[in-house]
């Protein structure tokens, strides 16, 4: 079969794309593993809902329009979101797809998968940028016998044996995970790198509004100053619930989970934490500080300050004076282990040359190093937005023209 345009993957990324080609009437199809929002269906845990609230969920063409703009959606929700929007933009979807190769073939790209064969001259990868867990190598050293979940396997409480949990990764998964665990009745103890510190609320609003109005989620990937550590940047300690509650580290404290260092490795049954707590956490309330004056000035100068309560700053973050640097895995001491250590994508499947030595791809702004190949959909592709829902919308209207330009290339080509 031949088509212009492969899009691989039906989340929202793949969608924003179709619905774009669609305008443009570019003949495409978009091939799905599984149904039309999989991760959202598939591989994400019972309670979780949106961390980004519901008036933030938009999509090209398509905005939400429900009754509680300002709450967070449940993932049957948001799997209903995307399902409708799929059907509206009449998305050429064929699902139990799987891509098992994408490889050139001359100037164009041969996508084989297990239904089948396409050709085309453009391929657009949206296959999720949180494919996998991201399990420390040193994993393999915690005792046999415990039971460890990856936050893909962990879908509620009930599914864990009683006893103490060690909650790996202290970002949004990592601190829900925890806060949801030690509600059960558990002891928590929450492992804590490098994290990024934010209130749900500031000022009378929420975060997520106050970032999109200063600027801060549009901010460009060619503004940064080190792109590619942006794009590693772990996401902000947020959730979504109805009491718009902060899921920092003194909210989890405040609960009863323990904090300790980063988790450095696991030797002879020990689980060894770094000393760096401390200073991780004052780095993470250091950059709430200058989000928080970014957003006091962008009130300021916008003639907010009457119309909203005045700045504050939140209490620094509270450390044990000596936290643990270990903890014997072999005495009982913690009975379940969850790796909320983040997620990369799967790009196992792609046989062009354009992974860099740590297999991301090698892009810029999402235009892949080989010609006629699009990216979507991963942290900081475009914006510092790309990687949520409502970045979708504006990097699909960005790539869209890179894609246009690129098919009108070819045809001029063979003129
Ligand atoms: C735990 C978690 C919570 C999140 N919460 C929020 C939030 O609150 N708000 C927000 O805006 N964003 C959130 N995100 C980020 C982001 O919106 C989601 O990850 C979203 O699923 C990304 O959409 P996508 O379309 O880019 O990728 P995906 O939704 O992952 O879609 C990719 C699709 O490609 C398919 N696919 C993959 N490989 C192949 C293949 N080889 N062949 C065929 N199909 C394939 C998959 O089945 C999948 O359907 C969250 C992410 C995670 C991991």
Redesign the pocket.
Known sequence: MHTTAVV????????AMSRCLSERSIDHVV??????????RR???DS?????PNW??RLPGRAYDGPDPDG?MTMPEVVDFIAEYAKLIAAPVVCD????SVRNIGDEYAVT?DNGQWTCTTVVI??????VTNVPPFADAVPSGMTTLT?MEYRNAEQLPAGRVMVVGAS??GVQIAAELQDSGRDVVLSVGEHVRGPRMYRGKDIQWWMEVAGVLDERYDEVDDIVRARRVP?MQLA?SDDRATFDLNALTSKGVSLAGRLAGVHEGRAQFSGSLRNKCELADLKLGRLLNTIDEWATTNGLDDSVPPPHRFEPTIVDSSPPLGLDLNRGEIETIVWATG?RP?YS?LDVDVLDAKGAIRHDGGVVESPGMFL???PFLRRR?S??????RADAEDLIGELTTYLDRCAAAKA
């Open positions: 691989i993957g039906a989340g929202q990324s793949g969608l091939l799905e593993r599984n149904e039309v929002a999989n991760s959202w591989e994400r845990w979780l809902r949106l961390l980004t933030q969920c967070f797809t799987t891509v098992t998968t949206a296959s999720g940028a949180f494919n936050p949004a998964t996401s979504g997620f799967d499947w979507i959909g991963t937005k990687s949520f829902i409502d970045g979708a």
